[in-house]
């Protein structure tokens, strides 16, 4: 069983950088592509990352190529975030998940509680 919990939000500058971690306590990780996603508030929820089972693949949107990093740790169980570079319009509750690519699309079936990330101006 999935069983996912984000961890690494916070406050901080614009400019500023954030490590996201993600933990799957039911030890399934390398059998799930993994990926973060995002909600601002009064927003939809947003693909952000993604990476495939074995962390040869990665995907990002637009918006973070260049200052986000995906990469996971399937002997611990782990997917990061390095955010670098943030900006304010990147403030959102980010969640990891669990799930699939299909061809260059994330899928998303296993969700965490999300973790707040807030960059000030």
């Known amino acids: 069983q999935v069983q996912l919990v984000e961890s690494g939000g916070g406050v901080v500058h614009a400019g500023g950088s954030l490590r996201l971690s993600c933990a799957d306590s039911g030890h399934t990780s390398g059998i799930y592509a993994m990926g973060w996603l995002r909600q601002a508030p009064g927003k939809e929820r947003e693909f952000v990352a993604a990476?495939?089972?074995?962390?040869?693949?990665?995907y990002y949107t637009d918006s973070v190529k260049g200052r986000f990093a995906i990469s996971r740790d399937n002997a611990k169980n782990t997917v990061y975030l390095q955010m670098n570079s943030l900006k304010p319009e990147d403030t959102a509750v980010y969640y990891c998940?669990?799930?699939?690519?299909?061809?260059?699309?994330?899928?998303?079936?296993?969700w965490g509680q999300g973790t707040q990330v807030t960059v000030s101006s």
């Open positions: 998940a669990g799930g699939m690519i299909v061809v260059t699309t994330f899928l998303p079936n296993y």
């Open positions: 990476i495939s089972c074995s962390g040869a693949s990665t």
